[in-house]
Structures are given as C-alpha cells and as structure tokens.
C-alpha cells in the first residue's frame, strides 16, 4: 500500500471520542483517533514493509506513527533511526507502546535502552525501561548481565518516588515485569519492592493502579520464568 491510501483509510478510521480520550492523556494534533482494533486489518494486509513504516512514522500523524510501529521491519532498524523515533515519541503510547518495541525486537535493544533509561526526557526514559521490559519478556536470561540489571532496578527503586508520574508507571512496569521475567532476580527484585511501598497515582485510582510492585509480584508468583514465545516474531 502506498501513504496516501493508509492514511485516507485511517482518516475513514478516526473516531471523536477515542480522538478526545488519546488528547486526554498527552497525544497532539494531528491525529484521527484510530481505535487500535481498526489498525489490525491494514497489518494484515500490509505484513511488514519497513520502508512505508518509515514514512508512516515521519508523517508526525500520531494512529499513522503508532501503525508505523506494528509493520516496521525490527531487523532493519538502526541506532540513529531509533533515536529519531524516540526523539518524536511525545506520548507514552508512542514511546512505551511503539517505539520500545520496535528497539527490543531491533539489533540495538540494549544500546537504545541504556541510552534511554539515563535521559532527562522523560518520554524518552519511558521508552528505554519499557525496551528492556519488553526484552525480558523474550529473550534468555543469560542475554543478560544480571549485575547491570541489578543496579537498573535499585536506580528504579530509589528514584521512582520523586519521578512524573509516566515515568513512575515505567518504573513500575520494569520492575514488576524484571522479576516476573528473569527468574533469577525475582527475589532481588522483590526485595526491593518491599521498600518502595505505595505510590499514589496521579491518575484517578482503579484497580489497575493501586497495586504495588509487591503485590504484582506475589499474586504473580506462578509466571516466574516463562517467557513470551509470541514476542519473538
């Protein structure tokens, strides 16, 4: 397909109220507020094609930058490509829901999410813990070097109090996704979560927000390990 026909079909695809509820929580114009369940039919048929993704991504169209994350080719995807996505990346569904796993799939993962993780951006920090989430969620444990993630999670665990509440959530995510992940650092992870406690919400509370990292840990205890074979493709 050619740029023009996806985003006249995105356009045909843009809702007002899921335009307002993305508006809510950070997205700019422009953008149609294309539900993410409307974007599966174009995968379908576009499959992968790294070039269109590229201008997809460029085109600064929020549902055509976040589609451009579903058929961008990972294995092509070089550093400075990536740092310009993330650069871009305004919003937590672009940095933590595109462009993180476009970098954990890519053969930067490790680069980009280092980089990231230390930025003063925090879009950008969000992108880099939600790549190495994303990688444990796939890759081996020995892919790793479990001292490096160690200090990851106590930098985390230490700061994630005082952090915007976006980065706080990625935080979150890392640490609860690094024990559930890497089976050999549950207890460490654990550990530290015990002295994180509570963080109250910026957002209105529901049951998705109120658990700490202890409680996601312990009710999850079963899942230690096991992998995402899905991910890999």
């Given at each position: 397909?050619?740029l ?9 695809k843009?809702?007002?109220?899921t ?16 539900k993410?369940?409307?974007l ?11 070039e ?45 829901r ?7 799939k890519?053969?930067?993962g ?16 969000c ?12 890759m081996?444990d020995?892919?790793?070097d479990?001292?490096e ?18 980065l ?52 999850y205890r ?10 890999k493709?």
């Amino acid at each position: 397909m050619e740029l023009f026909e996806v985003m006249e079909y995105l356009k045909s695809k843009g809702n007002d109220a899921t335009k307002k509820i993305y508006i809510s929580h950070g997205a700019k114009e422009p953008l149609f507020g294309v539900k993410t369940g409307d974007l599966k039919e174009i995968v379908r048929k576009v499959n992968k094609d790294h070039e269109l993704a590229l201008e997809l991504y460029g085109s600064g169209n929020s549902d055509a930058m976040y589609l451009a994350g579903q058929i961008a080719d990972a294995s092509r995807m070089d550093m400075e490509t990536l740092d310009i996505w993330v650069g871009k990346a305004y919003w937590n569904m672009l940095s933590e829901r595109c462009v993180s796993l476009v970098a954990a799939k890519s053969p930067f993962g490790l680069e980009a999410a280092r980089k990231w993780i230390v930025s003063d951006d925090e879009m950008t920090a969000c992108a880099g813990y939600g790549t190495l989430s994303t990688m444990f969620s796939f890759m081996p444990d020995d892919a790793f070097d479990l001292d490096e993630i160690r200090r990851i999670v106590d930098d985390a665990a230490g700061r994630i109090q005082n952090e915007g509440v976006h980065l706080q959530n990625a935080m979150k995510n890392f640490l609860i996704l690094t024990g559930l992940y890497i089976a050999p650092l549950y207890d460490y992870v654990l550990t530290a979560s015990e002295n994180i406690g509570r963080i109250k919400p910026a957002i209105p509370e529901n049951n998705c927000n109120i658990q700490t990292v202890t409680d996601y840990l312990v009710r999850y205890r079963d899942r230690v390990g096991k992998k995402n074979k899905s991910m890999k493709k």
